[in-house]
């Protein structure tokens, strides 16, 4: 099993801002992913973040609003930029260990953009 | 395209009854099925999984059921209580990707 800390657990930001969210877990892994839950849907893959290579994003997502950094096997930042009221939403990072256990996921993130 | 269908956004069922959620999906292709558990302000925990080539799984007060023909599954939970009281996603695996259907919210009353 893995646990994960996020931070911040959550944050009201102005439009036109940025916010960058914290991922830490307390083993290493090679992937960790990033989601994002908009209100009264399921949730979305943004991207999967791997140690040592660009990150991989999703249909509808992209580098230049959701840059993410993983600089060590056990972190990683998601920056939600130059946001608008459409950004709101809980954001989590997770992590596959393996098996058919699925992924381990941190409590998440809830950003409500004005 | 949803692949992972839940079309039941919410649940209420009397402790100590089965309580069952359903789900269906579209893609073929997934290789293993999930359920995740979620409370408010905390993220989704893994509950229980069947891979594509059983058609039952047990743990406990827990039983998922998937049926390949008619691409459906379900989860059900024997006797219910309280604090199974939760959203309750159906996910679609395959090869470390998962799918995620909109949840359940069961309500369980005492």
């Known amino acids: 099993s893995a646990v994960i800390s996020q931070k911040p657990s959550r944050d009201i930001c102005q439009r036109g801002t940025s916010l960058t969210i914290q991922c830490q877990v307390d083993s290493q892994v090679t992937m960790m992913f990033w989601y994002r839950q908009q209100p009264g849907q399921s949730l979305t893959l943004i991207a999967t973040a791997n140690q040592g290579s660009e990150a991989t994003y999703e249909s509808g997502f992209v580098i230049d609003k959701f840059p993410i950094s993983r600089p060590n096997l056990t972190f990683s930042t998601l920056t939600v930029s130059n946001m608008s009221p459409e950004d709101s939403s809980i954001y989590l990072c997770?992590?596959?260990?393996?098996?058919?256990?699925?992924?381990?996921f941190g409590p998440g993130t809830r950003l409500t953009v004005t | 395209d949803q692949q992972v269908k839940q079309n039941s956004p919410s649940l209420s069922v009397q402790e100590g009854r089965i309580s069952i959620l359903n789900c269906d999906y579209t893609?073929?292709?997934?290789?293993?099925f999930l359920w995740y558990k979620k409370y408010p302000a905390e993220g989704p925990t893994f509950l229980i999984s069947?891979?594509?080539?059983?058609d039952k799984n047990e743990d406990g007060r827990f039983t998922v059921f998937l049926n390949k023909s008619a691409k459906h599954l379900s989860l059900h939970i024997v006797p219910s209580q309280p604090g199974d009281s939760a959203v309750y996603f159906c996910v679609g695996g395959s090869q470390g990707n998962l799918i995620f259907g909109k949840g359940t919210k069961l309500s369980v009353k005492p």
């Open positions: 997770s992590v596959h260990m393996g098996g058919l256990e699925g992924q381990y």
């Open positions: 069947i891979s594509s080539i059983k």
């Open positions: 893609n073929s292709m997934f290789d293993y």
